[in-house]
């Protein structure tokens, strides 16, 4: 990402999609997009995201410019608004009083994401595109990752080794107790409050939006809650199916877990910023399962 200034000092953000800006170490199935949570990456992903979230009267950044033939990056090149305003994770630990009315802003925004009925799950570039996603559910999709990502944070850590049983048989009891769905919402998937940007005019942005898909609403609500802690509260959602969200929550931990520590195998620069949030989420996950 770039900001761009032009000769009359107005200014712009370039996407550039570009694998040698990529920290994350290649892995089996990056490039497969019926996966829900394959990497979010590419001009056609953005775009769709872009085009379903604007639909919905979700603040995204308006765009400029697009730019698919190659020639500026392995993905794509997208030029889009400028938002110098800070991040809501800037904001709320400035001022929570003056987060207040963009969270209510978020919440709404939320709401119409929820309000969406998609018949299938899975990127919004794949579902609306007539494609069909892997698995059969988005809690069989879950466990499935959730089991991948026990095996590789056990490899990497002996506390997780030592408690790789519990946590497998806690998957699976979570698992079996969540009852079918048909419908699924949109999702940001990663909406931590630094996905999320505040205009000039106090309303709450979403940026980082290529991995949008269709999926279960209480996938984003764990999310937004390991990421707020106290300051969720706003957001809080009524009807959230509980036996997914134990499910979720779980799979969520043991992800954060996992993904940084695959990525400390690579050549990440904040290595201490990535270990912390591995070691957090990790004692967070051994709590879930602590006889």
């Known amino acids: 990402m770039y900001r761009l200034v032009m000769d009359d000092a107005t200014t712009a953000v370039a996407y550039l999609w570009d694998e040698a800006e990529n920290y994350w170490p290649a892995a089996e199935g990056d490039d497969d997009l019926t996966d829900p949570f394959s990497p979010g990456l590419g001009i056609d992903l953005f775009q769709a995201a872009h085009a379903r979230l ?8 308006a765009l400029r410019l697009l730019d698919r033939d190659g020639a500026r990056g392995d993905g794509g ?6 938002l110098r305003g800070e991040s809501l994770e800037e904001l709320l630990a400035r001022d929570r009083h003056a987060a207040a009315p963009v969270m209510a802003r978020l919440a709404e925004s939320l709401e119409a994401m929820r309000g969406h009925r998609a018949p299938a799950y899975g990127k919004v570039a794949v579902v609306d595109g007539g494609g069909t996603s892997r698995g059969s559910s988005c809690e069989e999709v879950v466990l499935g ?3 991948r990502d026990l095996a590789e944070a056990a490899s990497r850590d002996p506390r997780i080794a030592d408690t790789r049983d519990r946590l497998e048989e806690r998957l699976l009891g979570l698992a079996a107790a969540v009852r079918p769905r048909a419908q699924h919402a949109v999702v940001h998937g ?16 979403l940026i980082d939006i290529e991995g ?4 279960d609403v209480e996938w ?20 959230l199916d509980e036996d997914r969200l134990a499910l979720y929550l779980l799979a969520q931990r043991l992800s954060l877990t996992a993904g940084p520590l695959r990525l400390l195998d690579g050549d990440f620069p904040d290595r201490a910023f990535m270990a912390g949030i591995a070691e957090y989420n990790l004692k967070r996950a051994l709590e879930l399962v602590r006889p």
Request: glycine share 8%; hydrophobic share 45%.
């Open 54 to 61: 604007d639909a919905l009267g979700v603040r995204v950044p």
């Open 77 to 82: 090149l997208a030029i889009v608004e400028d």
């Open 145 to 147: 990752r959730a089991l």
């Open 190 to 205: 990663e909406l931590g409050p630094d996905h999320v940007r505040v205009d000039a005019d106090g309303n709450p942005v």
């Open 212 to 215: 949008v898909m269709y999926f």
């Open 220 to 239: 984003e609500h764990v999310f937004l809650r390991i990421r707020l802690h106290e300051a969720y509260k706003p957001l809080e959602a009524d009807g």
